[in-house]
């Protein structure tokens, strides 16, 4: 059974920045892709980042792209999602998940999810 569990999230001003990481356990964790989502209230989750698990591809929202960087390491079996330049608009939890065959960017087509970890910016 494989278990993601977020960290990182927190309550910061508009411009400022934040790290969310995501450590996965299971003792046959060995996904293609890993992906960070988000869902704000009343609102569908949408896509925000993902990456090869193996390698160093990456691929980002367009509302994203160019504030937000997704990593991995590899050894720890974690992910993190640096967010740069946050708007009030990014405020939404945010959930990690992992996929074991392929990259999507589609919630529905992942395999395993953590518990999330809310964001909050401050205007």
């Known amino acids: 059974q494989v278990q993601l569990v977020e960290s990182g999230g927190g309550l910061v001003q508009a411009g400022g920045s934040l790290r969310l990481s995501c450590a996965a356990s299971?003792?046959?964790?060995?996904?293609?892709?890993m992906g960070w989502f988000r869902q704000a209230p009343e609102k569908a989750r949408e896509f925000v980042a993902s990456?090869?698990?193996?390698?160093?591809?990456?691929y980002y929202a367009d509302s994203v792209k160019g504030r937000f960087t997704i990593s991995s390491d590899n050894a720890k079996n974690t992910v993190y999602l640096q967010m740069n330049s946050l708007k009030p608009e990014d405020t939404a939890v945010y959930y990690c998940?992992?996929?074991?065959?392929?990259?999507?960017?589609?919630?529905?087509?992942?395999?395993?999810w953590g518990q999330g970890t809310q964001v909050t910016v401050s205007s």
């Open positions: 299971g003792r046959t964790f060995s996904p293609y892709s």
């Open positions: 998940a992992a996929k074991k065959f392929g990259v999507a960017t589609t919630h529905t087509l992942y395999d395993y």
């Open positions: 990456i090869r698990w193996s390698g160093s591809s990456t």
